[in-house]
């Protein structure tokens, strides 16, 4: 915090926020199913519920889809690409910008600032537990995409709506359970609105804000954090009033340039640092495995790993769901095998690129790299001394596409609870938001955003368990049609003109 915002009312509002709000919350969202006593001096390691939920429900969709981020991915690909599009389809936005809107939820500052915290807390070996996260992950956001496919409807605006919300209420009603369904619908538009409002929003401000400090401190001028936030704020506004649509049509030119400069630069630093990979990738593993510290210790690097890449790529939360039933198709299933592209993405490659240059750069164990995206920052200049600077605009626009995709996840639960004539109140709260997260303490702020987001799983993940064995009919009867071609390519469809007239 600077020293114009460090002080009077924004300094007790702060202290407010992480007494009043943060500190309860956490004691009720992350209680301890389980705990290690490190003993001899060592840390003790707490388990919160809420990994444990969402490993076993990833590892229980995965085994019950059989391996369908497997057998799916190449399907998923070509649907993203169009090539099983028709036009008429029923929805909002294509398969491309839908998984571009998602995506711009999940890529962001997670993928820059959170791995340096996984790492620079649990050591390399969380980079590992983050990839066997996005593997399973890549199954909850098929299953829990598929089902916001097949229980959207449209509002009253005409706009398409579905996700959680929907599918816990009227999914579970069909299945003999309306009040657990209804209460389930509640309690996830609930954390999803106060995900928005955290994870979705003030982690992003705040973490963009402390790049673009570091960066104009060296410029030689102090940038004021509620001039930021204020300016974000209005960058955002002018996006979000346009609905899925512009939010769609600006995700699919912002994340492919983003992504794409971020691997760029991670992929020449490899280059530079080709001979360190093989070293890296040793000390990631035996990290990982390690028992130096105990068991607990142990347990405490695969917990680190597991929180970071659930909180990046959001699978089981439920929220991607929510976008994706805005897509074009009268295929669920398809739509659920675009989804699962996402953790693959966002997790598989864009996490692990960030943990690879941190490890083979030596960020990790250097005192003077810092935390968090101060750590990503230094690791990137040592090999690009400009890179600072490069990173404050990525960051900044990571953050930005991260926010437009998560105002509309809490716009559609809001207007669940509340109808859509209150949308305007929920927007406006948002930008509110958007304001304070650069302003407020970078630690509440996280623990926040982890809270919320990762707390929809457990609604969430109750539905799509017992939802199970709808997905589980819905696939089996997709991939016997596809098999039969009952789906042709859109490069099949198209007829000469020979074959196309009749003859005579």
Same mark, same amino acid.
């Given at each position: ?123 390399? #070996? ?7 996260? #996005? ?27 579905? #996700? ?102 991670? %992929? ?36 680190? %790993? ?65 935390? %968090? ?29 991260? +926010? ?14 509340? %109808? ?35 707390? +929809? ?48």
């Amino acid at each position: 915090m600077d020293a114009g915002a460090g002080s009077g009312w924004l300094d007790r509002l702060d202290a407010a926020f992480h007494q009043f709000v943060v500190a309860p919350l956490e004691s009720v969202i992350f209680f301890d199913v389980a705990f290690w006593d490190g003993g001899g001096g060592a840390p003790d390691v707490q388990v919160p519920l809420v990994v444990f939920w969402l490993i076993a429900s990833a590892v229980f969709f995965t085994l019950r889809f059989r391996f369908i981020n497997f057998r799916g991915f190449r399907h998923g690909l070509d649907c993203v690409l169009g090539r099983y599009s028709r036009p008429g389809d029923s929805g909002d936005i294509s398969h491309f910008q839908a998984l571009s809107a998602a995506l711009s939820g999940t890529v962001g500052l997670g993928n820059i600032a959170g791995v340096a915290v996984a790492i620079g807390i649990g050591g390399p #070996g969380a980079t590992l537990w983050m990839l066997v996260a #996005g593997f399973l992950g890549m199954t909850s956001k098929f299953a829990e995409v598929t089902l916001g496919q097949m229980y959207r409807r449209q509002r009253g605006d005409g706009r398409i709506s579905g #996700g959680p919300m929907h599918y816990l209420r009227d999914g579970l009603a069909e299945l003999g359970f309306p009040r657990i369904g209804r209460g389930l619908s509640l309690l996830f538009a609930l954390m999803c609105i106060g995900g928005s409002f955290g994870g979705g929003n003030m982690f992003q401000a705040n973490q963009s804000y402390e790049q673009m400090a570091l960066v104009s401190g060296l410029l030689g001028f102090r940038l004021d954090s509620l001039v930021f936030g204020a300016a974000l704020a209005l960058l955002v506004g002018l996006v979000i009033v346009g609905g899925v649509r512009r939010i769609g049509r600006v995700a699919s030119a912002l994340v492919p340039a983003m992504c794409g400069l971020y691997l760029l630069c991670g %992929g020449w630093i490899l280059l530079v640092h080709a001979a360190a990979i093989p070293a890296a990738l040793g000390t990631i593993v035996g990290s990982a495995f390690s028992l130096e510290a105990g068991l607990g210790g142990a347990v405490g690097v695969l917990i680190q %790993g597991f929180r970071r890449a659930l909180f990046s790529n959001e699978a089981g939360c439920g929220s991607s769901a929510i976008v994706h039933s805005a897509a074009r198709t009268e295929e669920p299933v398809r739509e659920g095998l675009v989804a699962l592209l996402e953790p693959f993405i966002d997790t598989l490659i864009v996490c692990h690129m960030t943990a690879l240059v941190v490890v083979v750069t030596g960020a990790w164990n250097e005192p003077a790299a810092g935390r %968090g995206i101060a750590m990503t920052s230094w690791a990137f200049a040592t090999v690009f001394p400009w890179f600072p600077y490069l990173l404050s605009v990525a960051a900044f626009l990571f953050a930005f596409s991260t +926010m437009i995709s998560w105002s509309y996840y809490g716009e559609q639960c809001w207007a669940h609870l509340f %109808g859509t004539r209150s949308i305007l109140a929920y927007q406006l709260l948002f930008l509110l938001f958007t304001c304070l997260g650069a302003v407020f303490d970078a630690a509440a702020v996280m623990d926040f955003g982890d809270m919320m987001i990762l707390g +929809m799983a457990f609604p969430n993940l109750v539905g799509v368990l017992l939802l199970s064995g709808r997905i589980r009919e819905q696939l089996d009867a997709y991939l016997v049609r596809l098999r039969a071609g009952a789906f042709p390519r859109r490069d099949e469809l198209v007829a000469t003109p020979r074959e196309s007239v009749s003859p005579a």
